[in-house]
């Protein structure tokens, strides 16, 4: 099994999993954009048990059933949380080794921003992935 380590720019926060990842999806919603500041959040799934956190950590709900991961000393984005799914996304960009990475769809691509080309092949969802 991969071993997926990480944290965020000041070192502050860290985390780790022995576990294979669940699932490893790029998302494209205005949520995501808005959390990462970017045109999509890259993410590798974990249950949440699965993954230890470590070091101060802020968050801010998001929606009503996510909540977002944090350095409040840095700002660095970590991870999204579904409690009641069990769920833990963490950022690839806040991987030690994102090259560990590998998207497996994408998701909420009616919100893609026009300038982002997909045509790596991958499954593509309007909105939520099937369950």
């Not at 944290?7 to 490893?24: F, H, K, M, P, Q």
């Not at 991870?79 to 690839?92: C, K, L, P, Q």
Request: with cysteine; charged share 20%; proline share 7%.
């Amino acid at each position: 099994m991969a071993k997926y380590e990480g944290g965020c720019l000041c070192r502050a926060v860290r985390y780790r999993t022995d576990a294979a990842s669940i699932n490893e999806r790029i998302c494209h919603c205005r949520l995501c954009q808005k959390a990462i500041g970017a045109a999509f959040n890259a993410r590798v799934l974990f249950r949440i048990d699965d993954v230890t956190v470590e070091g101060p950590l802020a968050t801010v709900n998001t929606s009503p059933d996510l909540k977002r991961g944090f350095c409040p000393a840095c700002g660095t984005t970590l991870f999204s949380r579904r409690d009641s799914a069990g769920i833990i996304g963490v950022t690839t960009g806040s991987l030690d080794d994102p090259s560990l990475f590998r998207p497996q769809m994408h998701i909420w691509t009616v919100s893609k921003q026009p300038w982002v080309m997909l045509d790596d092949g991958l499954p593509q969802f309007e909105g939520a992935p099937p369950a």
